[in-house]
């Protein structure tokens, strides 16, 4: 596969993948016999798996270090796993964030209105309103 349809396939500039190239976040491609880049099943696992894990987070330096490690001779998979592991935790601890913070946003869209009716008729002052800081379900 050439690099155009690699590009198209990702949806990711020619660019972008020649630099992950340049950079070491991808082990190097092979070339043709006139030097166009000739991309493996292999090659494109390595881009699905960059542009993964770009999105998620990852910094290019933890991507280098991932490729480098792949293309040891030495028995470094414990080394590749912790990075795989290291960025799974970051992740997970994300999601709760975000979750939670989901939660309070549907809770104050649900509220919104009979809140603006109750401050709108006098029957809530500012200084009556829940604390939401103190709902265990919305603790940050």
Known sequence: MNSKEVAQLFDLPIDTIRYYERVGV???VQRDKNGYRN??????NWIFLAKSLR????SI???????????????VRGAQKQILEDQLVEI???LEEMN???DLLRYKIDTFDDHVAKFNAGELRDDEVEELWTMKHFKI
């Open 26 to 28: 991808i082990p190097p």
């Open 39 to 44: 991309y493996t099943k292999k090659d494109l």
């Open 55 to 58: 999105k998620a987070g990852l």
């Open 61 to 75: 330096e933890s991507l280098i270090e991932f490729a480098t490690l792949a293309q040891s001779k030495d028995n």
């Open 92 to 94: 997970e601890t994300k």
């Open 100 to 102: 939670r913070v989901r």
